[in-house]
């Protein structure tokens, strides 16, 4: 219960990767921004 304010005060998700924002659109499985995904992919 005293995580309650770390995960509020949370500012926007960022990527793991390059510290991009991640657009909340995204599921929350997502941990890296697209870009750093597609990297992955190609
Ligand atoms: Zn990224």
Do not use: A, V, W
Request: contains cysteine; negative net charge.
């Amino acid at each position: 219960m005293l995580d309650l304010d770390f995960y509020r005060n949370l500012p926007e998700k960022s990527c793991r990767e390059c510290g991009d924002t991640i657009e909340e659109q995204h599921e929350s499985y997502l941990y890296e921004c697209e870009r750093c995904i597609g990297k992955h992919e190609e």
